[in-house]
């Protein structure tokens, strides 16, 4: 099944974990008859400051995710731009299991199916071809302005699945089809007020002055940062425990 009409969507985090990190900006190019016709790109605030790793990996500033849309109207304009089309990405599944948890968190479902460019690039080049956008951009001579910025890594992702439908027509093989877009995720609860002033007794106890973003702590997360306590400075008394 050849997709005439999709969506090609592209995140930046503030890391790789869907339970820990946010979105900070978002990409999307929508498809009709295999032309452009749309793009939805945005900043996103989702309160989090902004490492400098990060900011060398993508170029996003903390000064700039504060001018950005607030995480919940960034995501719910792209689930509108999306609407029931399906999405293409490389290695869309990451970057969907970041609206799975975002939806979870908000009591929604947002079933998706999606098409992967990783997976088309290993089918269809040969092994020792890096399979990364870049690289991919590289050898089929796609142009290049910023990378890992959401919206420019969507519009080349778009040429690069335009590409491989092509290649995939030539060589008489089927493409793949929109596949259902699997993640499993829970409902991530705030840390309560317990958990936070033992987490500062702690802190101020230790002299503990990395940073830390309390006010969008989970429980979970919370739990595992006193467990990391413990083990890095010893038994912390029962008191202070946040299960």
């Given at each position: ?76 304009g792209l689930l ?104 499993k995720v829970k ?56 299960e």
């Open positions: 099944m050849e997709l005439n009409d999709y969506v090609v969507v592209d995140l930046e985090m503030t890391g790789l974990r869907m339970k820990e990190d946010k979105i900070i900006e978002i990409g999307a190019v929508k498809v009709r008859n295999h032309q452009v016709v749309d793009t939805y790109g945005t900043l996103v605030n989702s309160g989090r400051t902004i490492s400098e790793k990060t900011t060398s990996i993508t170029g996003i500033s903390q000064e700039m995710v504060e001018t950005g849309m607030q995480e919940d109207e960034a995501i719910e509108d731009f999306i609407g029931e089309l399906p999405i293409v990405g490389h290695n869309v599944i990451f970057d969907y299991s970041f609206l799975a948890q975002w939806a979870a968190n908000h009591k929604k479902e947002i079933p998706m199916c999606g098409v992967d460019t990783l997976k088309l690039a290993r089918r269809l080049l040969p092994g020792p071809q890096s399979k990364k956008l870049e690289d991919l951009c590289t050898y089929f001579q796609i142009q290049r302005e910023r990378g890992h910025r959401a919206l420019d890594d969507a519009i080349e992702t778009q040429k690069l699945y335009e590409i491989f439908l092509e290649m995939m027509k030539q060589q008489k093989l089927e493409p793949e089809p929109p596949k259902p877009l699997l993640v409902k991530q609860t705030k840390a309560t007020a317990h958990q936070l002033q033992r987490l500062e007794e702690v802190r101020k106890l230790y002299g503990i002055t990395e940073p830390l973003e309390l006010e969008t702590l989970t429980r979970s997360q919370a739990s595992r940062l006193m467990d990391q306590y413990r083990s890095r400075f010893g038994a912390i008394k029962k008191e202070d425990s946040t």
